[in-house]
Structures are given as C-alpha cells and as structure tokens.
C-alpha cells in the first residue's frame, strides 16, 4: 500500500514548517531587547521570559514539539526532516520579502536545493511498510 | 575567534550532530512504537496521547540526548565560529538521520531520500553563506 496523506497530515507538516522558524525568529527578536546574556548574569533568562515576544517564541516551538512528534506518529523521520529543513527556506524568504534584508546567491542556491529535495521526498510514500510477522495478519 | 584545533573543531561538531542523530532517532523509534497519536487521542484524549509519550522511556531517552546535544552545541559555539559550527552540524545532522533511520529505524531510505539528505545537507550549509 503507498501512504499518502490526508489534507489534516498536511497541515501538520505545514505547522511543523512554519511554527520552528516562526518560533525561532520570535525569540531572536526577543532576546535582541533583553540584551546578552552571560554565565554571570543568567539571572537575566528568568527576566526573558517576561518578554512577550520570548513567550510567543516558547509557545511557538512548544507547538513545533508537538506537531513534529505527531507527525513522526505516522510518517518516517526521513520524510519528516526534510519539512524541517523547509523551515530554513520560509525564514529566508520572510527575510528578504519582509524584512527586506539581502539574500546572496548562494543563500538562493541554498533555498533551490533544500525545495528540490522536499520535493523528491514529497513525491514518495510517507510510511515505510514492514511485512507483520507471521501469524500476526490482521 | 576560532581558537580550537581543527580536530577539537570537528570533534566538537560531529559530538552536537551525533547526539542530535541520537535524539531523533530514538524519539522517532518512539512514536513508531507508541503508533498514530492523532489515533490516540480520539481515543483518549489529549491528556492520553500526552501520557503516552511522556511514559515511554525511550522518548525521554531521546530529549536527554536532544537536551545533550544542545548544551554540546552551546559549548561548540564557545570554542568555534557559529557560521562554521552551525551550518556545519545542521548538515551532518541531516545526513546521519537518513544514515541512523535505515539503520536502526529500518526505514526504506530509497535513492529519492538519498537525494533529499544530500540536497538538503548542501542547501542548509550554503543558506549561511
């Protein structure tokens, strides 16, 4: 049987896609405001986390966690990854087309390679399938 | 400010992708074991499904080394340049996944998910340029 997924799978995979690189920009931008952090003061990362934007960034990646795992529920880690990599590529855009900042040629480059290659593991069964041990067929 | 040696750079490096390997690894062995969570918690609910993954000592086994693997990046980041290190070991991770998950989780990694390890190790290594 080749595994396809439903609509529902795909928005997990979209939440797992999008919340890790959401979330990560959340808490840079946060912990930009509240300033370096050194193993003298880490006093500091209790103060972080009156932070809104550290605390959207936190229920963000807690959101990732969760989604990721569920994902790795009923799809191989093999096919999971690389949707995480496509996280990378949604920060490279939100970068240059909101953030207006330079993207290089290799950044560029980079963003090819990692969409080719969720599209070659999009394009194929998300479940390995492993042969039930005999006399255990349903 | 790289001050290491190239084996201490490397070492440094391969140790935060191998425990992330680790980390994947087990939790994704985890949930295979534990099976489909969304059928889980129509059964019994979020606080079931939660249940279940936190009970399974592999998952926990799994955030140590996650958790190992962070503080190995923290300490990497102390010793060598973070657009080395954090490229560098993103990329290894990618590449030691596919490797670790047919391996151990005996996943079918065909060439298709050859190609998608190695073009995306390559592409997370460049976004960095």
């Not at chain 2, 060598?80 to 998950?101: H, I, W, Y």
């Amino acid at each position: 049987m080749k595994h396809t997924l439903t609509p529902q799978r795909y928005l997990i995979l979209l939440a797992v896609m999008l919340t890790a690189s959401v979330g990560d920009t959340l808490l840079s931008h946060g912990m930009t405001q509240v300033g370096p952090v050194s193993l003298a003061h880490l006093g500091l990362l209790l103060a972080a986390m009156k932070n809104p934007w550290v605390v959207a960034g936190i229920l963000c990646l807690l959101g990732f966690f969760a989604s990721y795992l569920t994902a790795l529920s009923w799809a191989d880690l093999t096919f999971v990854l690389p949707a995480t990599a496509f996280g990378y590529v949604v920060v490279a855009l939100l970068s240059k087309f909101w953030l207006h900042e330079a993207v290089s040629v290799y950044r560029w480059a980079g963003i090819l390679l990692i969409v080719c290659g969720v599209g070659f593991v999009a394009n194929g069964p998300s479940l390995t399938e492993h042969p039930q041990p005999a006399g255990k067929e349903a | 400010m790289t001050v290491a040696s190239p084996f201490e750079t490397w070492a440094t490096i391969v140790t935060v992708a191998a425990t992330a390997v680790a980390g994947d690894v087990l939790t994704a062995g985890a949930m295979r074991k534990i099976g489909d969570l969304d059928e889980i918690r129509a059964h019994s609910g979020l606080a079931g499904a939660i249940k279940a993954v936190v009970g399974s000592p592999m998952f926990l086994l799994g955030v140590l080394s996650m958790a190992a693997s962070f503080f190995s990046l923290l300490f990497t980041l102390s010793n060598v340049d973070v657009s080395l290190a954090a490229p560098a070991s993103a990329s290894l991770t990618f590449l030691g996944n596919a490797v670790a998950a047919k391996l151990f989780l005996k996943e079918n990694v065909d060439r298709r998910r050859w190609l998608a390890a190695l073009f995306v190790c390559a592409g997370v290594f460049l976004l960095s340029k």
